[in-house]
């Protein structure tokens, strides 16, 4: 078992009323308790999703869906997505559980490297012909299509928060920072 550190900072956030909601029939009030959040653009919190940018972990739910979350901490537990594997010191964002729940984590994926420059595609001389333009055109479609993908790496990699300590098959210990 995971060790969590006792130190924390915690306020109270208002919560979405969708993924973080009171039930007194519930274990700690909520299934939401010990899952990880972030606070949307409504300035409520909710539950991550898949890649979101991750601001905290779950404490206690009240009863007008409002919420404990410990934002700043020396390492508390999260559970790990759904067959995802983390090592220690990886970044971490959102990633989906179990029948695609929310507030699990997973971690960032390494951007791959930009492509070659496209002007090597002209290296080969004149394009006098359909063969040849047809060739130039997808070679150029395709690097485009993999620095668009690398661009969405960098964005997810850059949401990425927190250092892995250690993990087991099901959950990952996790320092956040203020």
């Given at each position: 078992?995971?060790?969590?550190?006792?130190?924390?900072?915690?306020?109270?956030?208002?919560?979405?009323?969708?993924?973080?909601?009171?039930?007194?029939?519930?274990?700690?009030?909520?299934?939401?308790?010990?899952?990880?959040?972030?606070?949307?653009?409504?300035?409520?919190?909710?539950?991550?999703?898949?890649?979101?940018?991750?601001?905290?972990?779950?404490?206690?739910?009240?009863?007008?869906?409002?919420?404990?979350?410990?934002?700043?901490?020396?390492?508390?537990?999260?559970?790990?997505?759904?067959?995802?594997?983390?090592?220690?010191?990886?970044?971490?964002?959102?990633?989906?559980g179990a029948n695609r729940a929310k507030g699990h984590v997973k971690?960032?994926?390494?951007?791959?490297?930009?492509?070659?420059?496209?002007?090597?595609?002209?290296?080969?001389?004149?394009?006098?012909?359909?063969?040849?333009?047809?060739?130039?055109?997808?070679?150029?479609?395709?690097?485009?299509?993999?620095?668009?993908?690398t661009v969405s790496d960098l964005v997810a990699a850059v949401k990425?928060?927190?250092?892995?300590?250690?993990?087991?098959?099901?959950?990952?210990?996790?320092a956040l920072g203020a």
């Amino acid at each position: 078992m995971l060790k969590e550190h006792p130190f924390l900072v915690t306020t109270t956030f208002q919560g979405d009323g969708d993924t973080i909601q009171y039930d007194a029939t519930k274990p700690n009030r909520s299934d939401a308790v010990g899952k990880a959040f972030k606070i949307n653009a409504d300035g409520k919190g909710e539950l991550v999703g898949d890649g979101d940018e991750i601001d905290g972990k779950v404490i206690s739910v009240d009863d007008d869906h409002k919420f404990t979350g410990a934002y700043m901490f020396g390492g508390l537990n999260l559970p790990l997505g759904e067959n995802q594997t983390v090592a220690r010191g990886n970044k971490l964002v959102g990633a989906l559980g179990a029948n695609r729940a929310k507030g699990h984590v997973k971690a960032v994926s390494a951007p791959a490297a930009l492509p070659s420059d496209i002007t090597a595609i002209a290296a080969d001389g004149d394009v006098d012909s359909d063969t040849k333009r047809r060739t130039a055109h997808n070679a150029a479609r395709t690097q485009i299509n993999s620095v668009s993908a690398t661009v969405s790496d960098l964005v997810a990699a850059v949401k990425g928060k927190g250092s892995v300590i250690n993990s087991d098959t099901t959950h990952t210990l996790v320092a956040l920072g203020a």
